[in-house]
Structures are given as structure tokens and as C-alpha cells.
């Protein structure tokens, strides 16, 4: 009778032991997935530099163009965040350029959409992430951010110490091996030469 007693009393506190574990186990992944969501909350997108090794690319021409902006007219803005900088536009320039590109390109039909969506979202919204668009509408986002980086349509700061950057360095970039064998597009750097924003605007 004792020894039954032992052997339950044993099997008793095993299965208490692995309740909390399962519980403290359980809880750990809890505590990682919260933290990766904070973590994902707090970045709007990460942009990748842009693909041409130094190799291999050609910079056609390069200019340097200042901000326009010391503050956004508007308060409906777009926000982009790469690894180096976080850049804002009004909203308002955003709409306007998909409007014009609409006009020289019919064809273009998704960026009258895109207009149309910003204009009637805009009057609910005060803020629009680079990151919440997706698959095409991502494209000509990407494509209509580049044209306002070089209108100078920009407030741009650095992420590591918040400083505005006044102007930066628009290129033209090619890497072109013959015919039917090329990529070209643009390329966006700070005064340093670090690149912060890319497109890839022709392949052929």
C-alpha cells in the first residue's frame, strides 16, 4: 500500500512538473511573438539596395537636387523608412503625380486608380505607409516616390540621428551588355554616397 502511495504521489508531481513547463513554454513563445509584432509595428518598410554591383553598373548622369520642403504644406502625408532614412511627401504631390502620369500614359489605368483611392481615402486618413501597398500598386508607388525624389518633393531625415537631409544625389543607372541584355532605372543617395532608394525602370 505505501508503495502504491509512492508510485502516485511520484506520478502525481510529474504531471504537475510538465503542466508548468508546457505553461512556462507556452508562455515564452507568447512573450517572442508579442515582441516580434511590437517589432514589426515599428518598422514601415525596409528597402533593399539597389541590385547593379559596382562592377557592373554604369552611372549615366547624376545631379544633386534639394528639398523644396522645410515642412509639408499638407498634413495628409506617405511615409517610406529604409534602413538609412525615413522620407516623407504630401500626400496631395502623390495624387497630383499619379494624375499627371495617368494623362501622358493611358494606358496606365492602375495609377488613376491609385488617384481616385488616395483622393477619397485621404479625406479619413492623415497617414499612408509605403509599406501597406502591395503587388503592382507597390511598383507605381515606388515608381511615383522616385519622380517627387527628383522633383525635390521631400522631407528627408536621417534614422540614426534624425538630421534633415537637404538635398541628395539623383542618378540615371545602367547596366547594359548588348542588345537585349541590359536593366537600367535610378538610384538615390545621400551626400556620402550611401543609397537609400532605387527603381529599376527598363530591362530589356
Given at each position: 500500500?505505501?508503495?502504491?502511495?509512492?508510485?502516485?504521489?511520484?506520478i502525481l508531481a510529474s504531471l504537475i512538473g510538465c503542466q508548468k513547463e508546457s505553461s512556462s513554454s507556452i508562455s515564452s513563445e507568447k512573450e517572442s511573438l508579442d515582441t516580434q509584432i511590437k517589432s514589426d509595428d515599428n518598422d514601415l518598410t525596409i528597402i533593399p539596395f539597389w541590385p547593379a554591383s559596382k562592377k557592373e553598373h554604369r552611372i549615366l548622369k547624376q545631379g544633386i537636387v534639394d528639398s523644396q520642403y522645410t515642412t509639408i504644406p499638407g498634413s495628409k502625408l506617405l511615409r517610406l523608412r529604409t534602413e538609412l532614412v525615413e522620407a516623407t511627401f504630401d500626400i496631395q504631390d502623390v495624387i497630383e503625380q499619379f494624375d499627371k502620369s495617368f494623362k501622358e500614359h493611358p494606358n496606365l489605368k492602375c495609377d488613376k486608380v491609385l488617384a481616385e483611392r488616395l483622393r477619397k481615402e485621404s479625406d479619413t486618413r492623415s497617414q499612408f505607409l509605403y509599406s501597406e501597398f502591395s503587388g503592382?500598386?507597390?511598383?507605381?508607388?515606388?515608381?511615383?516616390?522616385?519622380?517627387?525624389?527628383?522633383?525635390?518633393?521631400?522631407?528627408?531625415?536621417?534614422?540614426?540621428?534624425?538630421?534633415?537631409?537637404?538635398?541628395i544625389i539623383a542618378c540615371e543607372w545602367s547596366n547594359y551588355r548588348g542588345p537585349l541584355d541590359g536593366i537600367g532605372g535610378r538610384v538615390f543617395n545621400i551626400k556620402d554616397g550611401r543609397t537609400f532608394f532605387w527603381t529599376v525602370d527598363w530591362i530589356s
Open positions: 500500500m505505501k508503495i502504491s502511495l509512492i508510485i502516485f504521489i511520484f503592382e500598386d507597390n511598383e507605381r508607388v515606388r515608381f511615383c516616390i522616385a519622380d517627387l525624389l527628383e522633383q525635390g518633393k521631400f522631407i528627408i531625415t536621417l534614422r540614426s540621428n534624425n538630421n534633415i537631409v537637404a538635398e
